[in-house]
């Protein structure tokens, strides 16, 4: 069902007050890794709102490979978020780490963001089939392709047709960087199915510098959007401060995948 060969045309998500994702105008979604707090969360769409930037990312449910890691406001944190980003005119998209977490978070994201380390868990897949919400599936750490795909037609099978992939960095035998961003998967996925296709540059490499080169890579492959990681003061993030931009490394990767958008 996710398979061009089963649609015409493409799909386009919709968020509401004319945010569309896969409409083909570059769709852009920033913010923190992590909801840390109120001032935070005000400061960067402070950001986004200067630049024209609609969605705003963030977990509040953080996987961690450390269990003693910072884990994420939960709901509550969700909640002060979600009050300030509506009288901002922000969308939100956010991690969802498990079934339950669907119900209490359905009021407050506009896009639930399954993350890499869910992306065959499938009775998560399943649940997120039933919701009338926008759906993101991340690449699987060591995902296929073809996995994706599969992960993917789960929730359209299951009804939700308003979904988009994300390609995200797969783990390879190459430790210079965190993930080796595929920007291969870009292309290909864009010729199999009709869904959006999104880059997160930021886990992709896992590298602040880099962050930027790699987004324009993706951009010019064919993404419909990219994903990334900005906070006001990337060295005191509560979690991947290693691969996330500044406000003003953010301004002017907005400007440049503005300009590779437009020369594509
Ligand atoms: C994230 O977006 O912060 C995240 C945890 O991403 P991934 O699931 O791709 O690791
Ligand atoms: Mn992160």
């Given at each position: ?58 977990g509040v449910f953080k996987p961690r490979s ?5 884990r994420g ?20 998209i956010s991690e969802v780490m498990q079934v339950s977490q669907i119900?209490a978070m359905?009021?407050?994201v506009?896009i639930f963001q399954v993350g890499a380390r869910n992306t065959q868990n499938f009775n998560l897949l399943d649940e997120l089939g039933?919701v009338?919400?926008?759906v993101m599936i991340k690449r699987g750490i060591s995902g296929t392709?073809?996995e994706l795909l599969y992960s993917a037609e789960y929730v359209?099978?299951a009804?939700n047709?308003?979904l988009m992939l994300c390609e995200r960095g797969i783990r ?7 993930n ?20 997160d540059?930021?886990h ?61």
């Amino acid at each position: 069902l996710v398979s061009r060969k089963w649609k015409v045309g493409r799909t386009q998500v919709e968020l509401g007050d004319g945010v569309v994702i896969g409409n083909g105008s570059l769709s852009i979604m920033a913010g923190p890794c992590s909801i840390e707090n109120e001032q935070q969360v005000r400061l960067t769409m402070d950001h986004l709102r200067q630049n024209n930037v609609r969605i705003m990312r963030g977990g509040v449910f953080k996987p961690r490979s450390s269990p003693y890691a910072f884990r994420g406001l939960g709901v509550e944190g969700l909640k002060m978020w979600y009050t300030l980003a509506r009288e901002a005119g922000i969308k939100i998209i956010s991690e969802v780490m498990q079934v339950s977490q669907i119900e209490a978070m359905y009021d407050y994201v506009d896009i639930f963001q399954v993350g890499a380390r869910n992306t065959q868990n499938f009775n998560l897949l399943d649940e997120l089939g039933k919701v009338d919400k926008p759906v993101m599936i991340k690449r699987g750490i060591s995902g296929t392709i073809e996995e994706l795909l599969y992960s993917a037609e789960y929730v359209f099978s299951a009804g939700n047709e308003k979904l988009m992939l994300c390609e995200r960095g797969i783990r390879t035998y190459e430790k210079a960087s965190r993930n080796t961003m595929d920007v291969n998967a870009i292309p290909i996925l864009k010729e199999k199915t009709h869904l959006p296709v999104i880059a997160d540059p930021s886990h992709g490499i896992g590298i602040r510098e880099f962050v930027e080169p790699v987004a324009l890579a993706a951009v010019m492959a064919g993404a419909d959007g990219i994903i990334y990681e900005t906070h006001q003061k990337p060295e005191e993030a509560a979690s991947d401060g290693q691969q996330t931009l500044d406000f003003d490394e953010s301004t002017r990767l907005i400007r440049r995948l503005t300009k590779a958008f437009e020369l594509k």
